[in-house]
C-alpha cells in the first residue's frame, strides 16, 4: 500500500518561504515521477510541479516558475516543494501524488496560508 506523508505547511507572510516535504512509502520510489497539486477554498485542484523519477526533469506551472524548486532524494524516498516569494494567491491546501503500480495515490495534505 503506497502511502504519502505531507510536512512543511504553516502561515508565513505575502514574500515568504516554505519548505515542504513529502516522505513515501510503499512503492519503488524512484522508479516513478512525483507531482505536488494545491487546492484553494473554492477551486479545483491544479497541478504546480513535477519532476521525472532520476529528478533530472523538473516542471512547474507558469505562476509558480521562478519561484517554486521540486527536488527529490530517491535514497530517502522524499519529494520537497522549495517555496519562495509567497503570494496571498499561493494559499491552498498541497498535496503531493504518484501514479504508481496499482492507480492514484494523495498524501493527506498540508496546508499553507500565506497573509498579505
Known amino acids: 500500500q503506497v502511502e504519502l506523508v505531507e510536512s512543511g505547511g504553516g502561515l508565513v507572510q505575502s514574500g515568504g518561504s516554505l519548505n515542504l516535504s513529502c516522505a513515501a512509502s510503499?512503492?519503488?520510489?524512484?522508479?516513478?515521477?512525483m507531482r505536488w497539486y494545491r487546492q484553494a477554498p473554492g477551486k479545483e485542484r491544479e497541478l504546480v510541479a513535477g519532476i521525472s523519477p532520476d529528478g533530472s526533469t523538473p516542471s512547474y506551472e507558469d505562476s509558480v516558475k521562478g519561484r517554486f524548486t521540486i527536488s527529490r532524494d530517491n535514497d530517502k524516498n522524499t519529494v520537497s516543494l522549495e517555496m519562495k516569494n509567497l503570494k496571498p494567491e499561493d494559499t491552498a491546501v498541497y498535496y503531493c501524488y504518484v501514479r504508481g503500480r496499482r492507480g492514484n495515490s494523495w498524501g493527506q495534505g498540508t496546508q499553507v496560508t500565506v497573509s498579505s
Open positions: 510503499g512503492l519503488a520510489f524512484s522508479n516513478y515521477p
